[in-house]
């Protein structure tokens, strides 16, 4: 909060009152570096930001490295930068503005960022992004980067103003601003330049599999967590690892992932920052504080009992069976339902803890499907619970699901696979909604798990949606004390505010203030495993290509419920996985399944 | 020292149900073709010649098993692997079915490597070859982009490497000094 020079140094006060003297201080303060030397008295120079927006595409449309067009007086204008776990960064931008805290994207500049990549990879024009974000660069007033002592006094080292460049040229910076401060100082320095990071040569078992639309394994994140740099928030665990970061947008996994983070770090899911102070995005529920025993809190969530729903646990190696079914929603449910009443021997992979999907939501029916496959396990039927199928191959008629567990790899050789790996709601980055990117923005998904696990999110939300997703998910924000103050039956959201914490959004032409907005409203499929068969590109919402009756265009393959129809409710899911299960059964009884 | 004629077609039929077209190209290679069908055959000299090959033996089944390790964009990728030739028409083509489990990654990849060898005079191979891969897991989520542009430079270390184990097999130094795209793994 001050500088002052000395004689022989600066005093620097901090905000909590500690005061501390310095022979050499080095500005090192971004956007704010102007502000800082301000305190010193060297007013020689201002800082403004200049707000970059991006786009991010998880499809790459053929492009395997940056292409970008001759740079103009603003910089090197829009790019198209593959990324290093997968997809595209698209833009960015380059808008002058006044305010260092508005880091918010607009969908119109998305539209714009779009057309201009466009113009260097025409391909890209049918991106669907999956994410927008906005980054502010450092400009300063002298029209070039100050690496130089302050006006005031060569005490004060300035290193401000480099822009986009400033990230990968900060360890050259860093060299050049020490050498020039202790030449200034006479100090002797021996050199230790900066090298090579060694590389991580410690590998962990792969074990179960966090993020779904990645299949980022739980070794990863702890690969993560204890790196050379490692992460300590659930962003920097996402630039690491690519966990969060995929089509749901970490609404899938974020509990999981930031269970993981705690238990690494010693720490409460519920003091995890999303990334800077004030950016929690759970608290314990009132019910759960002070709760005595182990916390549910910390290390895995309380929903990760293995082998759960009495069913066997099962080591890695080889199984054999008649037909997997990848899913144990409402449509995996009834295939599994119509198999058992045929008689046919099937293994159902669920990649959550129990079976049915959302146990909210159940009508009687569907009640009675799940207890009906729960008692299967004498008729030919298994379910593996925490197991992830993460790949199908064929060879020679016969298919092999390879599924992730916590003990390992499981390969099935199976004669027929039904995908029923349903859907997830849209989250917030796939939307036309303007504004910053506060923590308090959830799909329904992220809040059904993160109250799972004894977590609660807000103290007031809107709620958009309707019908018993909808109503599940205010259920379970008034079970943890957080009150509705709005509900819209569509998305009707375009703005968003909030800095760390959401404070407000706007809908039906009226700001709303609340600090979470859960989004209930549309279910986008989720056949992600189809992917590595070529059977679907990489874009958001592209359903499983089954025919009417499931078929897929391979022998053997099937797809059915919502990562089909991602329009179609819980009831038919149940119905339309009970008549391809049947189908399937009859075929295979028939002998009439075509290897 | 290989150099990169057009792409040619010479492997015409389609990727195998379930797997997708990755690479397609020729390259010719500063050997003769029996010498290089040497090579394929003895897996001590693979294991030499094969960019990022940390281990490689026959297995008792006749088909060769080690780890491999590849750059793919800024991770190394470890996996531990197997490999048969099949189709062999000696020294003329054969197919390579390679597969594969990433270690720390979940997920596995088969290629199938269909490759001709034909005399180009002067005591060099021209060597076409397609690759058609299914990928699964982890891997899938890179794309076939950033996959592509790994087997590219997997496929420039080979025909490198290749070279230098003739080179040294003939007891001379390669034609020229050449520089895998890849620097290797660290």
């Known amino acids: 909060v001050s500088l002052r020079a000395e004689t022989h140094g600066l005093r620097v006060r901090l905000d909590d009152g500690l005061e501390l003297r310095a022979a050499q201080v080095f500005d090192c303060a971004g956007l704010w570096a102007d502000e800082v030397a301000r305190m010193a008295g060297d007013a020689s120079f201002a800082i403004a930001p200049r707000k970059g927006q991006f786009l991010v595409s998880e499809e790459a449309f053929g492009v395997d490295r940056i292409v970008l067009p001759i740079p103009g007086p603003l910089g090197k204008g829009m790019l198209v930068t593959p990324i290093v776990f997968g997809g595209l960064l698209l833009g960015p931008t380059a808008e002058d503005q006044e305010d260092k805290g508005d880091r918010s994207t607009d969908p119109a500049t998305g539209g714009r960022i779009l057309e201009g990549c466009s113009a260097l990879v025409p391909a890209v024009a049918a991106a669907r992004a999956v994410r927008s974000f906005a980054g502010l660069r450092t400009v300063s007033s002298t029209g070039v980067p100050l690496v130089r002592p302050s006006s005031v006094t060569d005490r004060l080292f300035i290193v401000a103003g480099v822009r986009s460049t400033g990230l990968s040229a900060s360890p050259a910076i860093a060299e050049q601003a020490v050498a020039e401060a202790a030449r200034l100082r006479g100090w002797q320095r021996p050199r230790h330049p900066i090298g090579a990071i060694p590389p991580e040569r410690v590998e962990r078992p792969t074990g179960r599999i966090v993020c779904l639309c990645r299949s980022v394994s739980q070794g990863e994140v702890e690969a993560a967590c204890r790196g050379i740099l490692p992460a300590l928030s659930l962003d920097g665990l996402k630039r690491r690892s ?13 509990v999981e992932t930031a269970a993981i983070l705690a238990a690494e770090h010693g720490t409460s899911i519920d003091e995890l920052g999303r990334s800077r102070p004030g950016s929690t995005p759970f608290r314990a529920a009132p019910a759960l504080r002070g709760r005595p025993g182990p916390s549910p809190l910390r290390g895995e969530p309380s929903s990760a009992a293995e082998g759960s729903g009495g069913w066997p646990s099962v080591d890695a190696g080889t199984i054999v069976t008649e037909v997997v079914v990848v899913g144990a929603g409402r449509a995996g449910t009834g295939a599994a339902d119509a198999l058992m009443a045929s008689g046919v021997p099937a293994l159902v992979l669920e990649h ?5 999907g959302d146990a909210l939501t159940w009508d009687a029916e569907e009640r009675a499907a799940v207890a009906s496959l729960t008692d299967a396990r004498s008729s030919g039927i298994a379910v593996l619970t925490r197991w992830t199928a993460v790949g199908l191959a064929r060879d020679e008629g016969v298919w092999t699901v390879l599924a992730q567990g916590a003990p390992g790899t499981l390969e099935i050789r199976t004669r027929a696979v039904v995908i029923a790996t349903g859907g997830y709601v849209m989250p917030r980055e796939h939307r036309a909604i303007a504004g910053p990117r506060p923590a308090g923005i959830l799909t329904s998904d992220l809040l059904e798990r993160a109250t799972e696990a004894g977590l609660a999110i807000g103290s007031e939300a809107v709620v958009v949606g309707r019908g018993r997703t909808a109503e599940a998910a205010c259920g379970r924000l008034e079970a943890t004390g957080c009150r509705v103050v709005a509900r819209f039956d569509e998305c009707a959201v375009d703005e968003v505010r909030g800095a760390t914490r959401l404070s407000g959004i706007r809908a039906g032409g009226a700001w709303w203030p609340c600090d979470t907005l859960v989004l209930a409203d549309r279910l986008l499929p989720a056949p992600w495993i189809l992917r590595g068969l070529g059977l679907l590109d990489m874009r958001p919402g592209v359903a499983a290509p089954a025919g009417p009756d499931g078929r897929l265009g391979l022998p053997g ?39 | 020292m290989s150099e990169r004629p057009p792409s040619g077609d010479t492997t015409g039929l389609p990727a ?18 029996e010498d290089i069908w040497a090579v394929i055959e003895d897996p001590e000299a693979l294991a030499r ?5 940390e281990a490689l033996a026959r297995l008792p089944d006749g088909r060769l098993g080690g780890v491999l390790a590849a750059r793919l964009g800024f991770l190394t990728v470890r996996a531990d692997v197997t490999a048969a030739l099949g189709d062999a028409d000696p020294p003329r083509a054969a197919r390579l079915d390679i597969e ?6 979940a997920g596995s990849f088969r290629a199938v490597i269909p490759f001709e060898l034909e005399p180009r005079g002067e005591g060099r191979t021209e060597v076409s070859y397609r690759v058609d891969l299914a990928v699964s897991g982890r891997l899938a989520t890179f794309g076939l982009p ?16 290749l070279e230098r184990e003739l080179a040294a097999r003939a007891g001379v130094a390669p034609s020229a000094p050449r520089s895998p795209v890849d620097p290797g793994i660290p």
Do not use: Y
């Open chain 1, 352 to 356: 959550r803890a129990r079976i049915g």
């Open chain 2, 49 to 53: 010649v094969l960019p990022g090959c």
């Open chain 1, 557 to 595: 393959l099937w797809a059915v419920g919502t990562c089909v129809e991602p329009d179609i409710d819980h009831r038919g899911s149940l119905d339309s996985g009970r008549r391809v299960g049947a189908r399937l059964a009859a075929e295979l009884r028939e002998g009439r399944l075509t290897a």
């Open chain 1, 242 to 254: 690519g966990a969060l970061f995929g089509d749901c947008q970490g609404n899938l996994c974020a």
């Open chain 2, 16 to 33: 195998p149900a379930g797997m997708k077209e990755l690479l397609r190209d020729r390259l010719v290679v500063a050997g003769e073709r």
């Open chain 2, 100 to 105: 594969g489990r990433p270690r720390l990654l």
């Open chain 2, 146 to 161: 950033f996959l592509r542009d790994t087997m590219r430079r997997q496929v420039t270390s080979l025909a490198a490497g």
